[in-house]
């Protein structure tokens, strides 16, 4: 009933900053718990950030907090991560997900997922 799409993802050297984007179409992300989470070969899945429905109660692990911003402007039914001081240990892909219940730091916990953008941060 969701489909997410990523987009911004890019090369960039650190310190260095890129925005993702997350653009939803089929319905409104409006009820839906979003979050972001990366991949880097050969490694699980980690949580990086996730926010209500309302776009409050922003959550980040440790290794992005004050670096990374989430947020979400429902109107444009799009979700956003804003990526400063970019470390090469941030490359990965980069994936948005949403689930209709409260945020998650777990993957399976979220039913719908987008394609994934590469971010690859070079030192």
């Known amino acids: 009933q969701v489909q997410l799409v990523e987009s911004g993802g890019g090369l960039v050297q650190a310190g260095g900053s890129l925005r993702l984007s997350c653009a939803a179409s089929?319905?409104?992300?409006?009820?839906?718990?979003m979050g972001w989470f990366r991949q880097a070969p050969g490694k699980e899945r980690e949580f990086v950030a996730h926010?209500?429905?309302?776009?409050?109660?922003?959550y980040y692990t440790a290794s992005v907090k004050g670096r990374f911003t989430i947020s979400r402007d429902n109107t444009k039914n799009t979700v956003y991560l804003q990526m400063n001081s970019l470390k090469p240990e941030d490359t990965a892909v980069y994936y948005c997900?949403?689930?209709?219940?409260?945020?998650?730091?777990?993957?399976?916990?979220?039913?719908?997922w987008g394609q994934g953008t590469q971010v690859t941060v070079s030192s």
């Open positions: 997900a949403a689930r209709a219940g409260p945020p998650s730091t777990r993957s399976r916990d979220y039913g719908y």
């Open positions: 089929g319905r409104t992300l409006s009820s839906y718990a």
């Open positions: 926010i209500n429905w309302s776009g409050g109660s922003p």
